[in-house]
């Protein structure tokens, strides 16, 4: 059974920093690629970053590529975020894709939980 369990969320001021996390389970991060999406209240749902290790890319949205990392360990897919700014705020969520169709068109095969970060002084 495919697992996706985001942690790592929380509360930070402006300019700092936090590691989420996405612990999987019931597949191979070396076949299946895992994005990270990000939706602010209000909003649609944004696709942020994705890792894709089969074809050997990563994957950043304009609005974060600078400030987060994507990287990977056996069975977790990490996103390092520095200088958060408020508009960062949101609920993180990261998914295993299936395709990776377009630039920020993916078939998404299951979803995790999701974990707030709220950016504020």
């Known amino acids: 059974q495919v697992q996706l369990v985001e942690s790592g969320g929380g509360l930070v001021q402006p300019g700092g920093s936090l590691r989420l996390s996405c612990a999987v389970s019931g597949f191979s991060l070396d076949r299946f690629a895992v994005g990270w999406y990000r939706q602010a209240p209000g909003k649609e749902r944004e696709a942020i970053s994705y890792i894709n290790t089969y074809a050997g890319r990563t994957f950043y949205a304009p609005s974060v590529k600078g400030r987060f990392t994507i990287s990977r360990d056996q069975n977790t897919v990490y996103l390092q975020m520095k200088n958060l700014k408020p508009e960062d705020t949101a609920v993180y969520y990261c998914?295993?894709?299936?395709?990776?169709?377009?630039?920020?068109?993916?078939?998404?095969?299951?979803w995790g939980q999701g974990t707030q970060v709220t950016v504020s002084s």
């Open positions: 998914a295993k894709l299936l395709n990776i169709l377009g630039i920020v068109d993916w078939e998404v095969g299951d």
